[in-house]
């Protein structure tokens, strides 16, 4: 017998989707049957990318998000509950990085980096996971109690690499947050877990990949490749579900074995 895993019926928020691995993640929880909520800065490629899923015969809906102002989350999170409903699934996705040493890492590119990736994701993953909370203390309405919080981290956080040593410190300081909100939350069936990948091909650094410095970072790869983003599918979907109850405070490598 075929096992497969279906969400129907669960609200999947997704941040970053505009491009990348985030729009990967919201054409395959909708494949597994999510309705999703696209959201990012970048309106315009969000509403390309919902009219991708319902051509597909999914369910999308766009919101405008900015992870790094308060106000535009707190708006995003209530506009989507009232738009779609009750939100059972976040992916909190939106990353930014910069290549440069250590010595040459100015405040300004520090708070880019983490206005982005830590106290951003913190605030989405409070402003949703708030709200999970209240459903399921019974002082909030909803037909799903608990819920699924999958926090994008990095290989990075892991293994520090030269030049990007800053996005380390912040990809470290989410699976910290991670772990800390696993523990919190836990004992309300909210599930809160890590995906760390390793080099993922996408349309940012598929150039990249074709340069001279590209090539050789792919033969210091343990099986001389890069990832697609669809090798994060199953990971992905298994986190999201109801199969995942018993993985909880998880920090998974998806990295080909780069940080072995």
Not at 11 to 36: E, H, P
Not at 59 to 74: G, P, R
Not at 172 to 196: D, R
Request: charged fraction near 20%.
């Amino acid at each position: 017998m075929a096992y497969s895993i279906d969400l129907s019926g669960r609200v999947a928020f997704i941040t970053g989707a505009s491009s990348g691995l985030g729009a990967q993640f919201a054409k395959t929880l909708s494949s597994a049957g999510a309705a999703v909520v696209l959201a990012s800065r970048r309106v315009e490629k969000l509403k390309e990318l919902r009219a991708f899923i319902d051509g597909e015969g999914g369910d999308a809906h766009v919101i405008e998000l900015d992870v790094t102002d308060h106000a535009s989350i707190k708006s995003a999170v209530a506009h989507a509950e009232t738009e779609v409903g009750s939100i059972d699934i976040l992916v909190n996705n939106s990353g930014v990085s910069t290549t440069q040493r250590l010595q040459d890492v100015s405040p300004d590119d520090f708070d880019f980096i983490f206005d982005t990736n830590v106290k951003g994701a913190f605030f989405v993953a409070q402003e949703v996971g708030k709200r999970m909370l209240a459903r399921a203390q019974g002082s909030a309405p909803g037909s799903y109690t608990g819920g699924r919080i999958v926090n994008i981290a990095s290989m990075a956080g892991l293994k520090v690499l030269p030049q990007i040593g800053a996005y380390a410190m912040s990809k470290a300081a989410v699976i910290q947050m991670t772990k800390a909100m696993a523990l919190e939350w836990g004992k309300y069936g909210i599930n809160v877990n890590a995906l760390c990948p390793g080099y993922i091909d996408t349309e940012i650094n598929h150039r990249h990949w074709q340069t001279e410095a590209g090539q050789k970072l792919i033969n210091m790869l343990p099986r001389k490749r890069v990832g697609q983003p669809t090798d994060l599918d199953a990971m992905l979907v298994t986190l999201c579900s109801d199969q995942s109850h018993f993985i909880n405070g998880a920090v998974i490598s998806a990295d080909d074995g780069f940080g072995v």
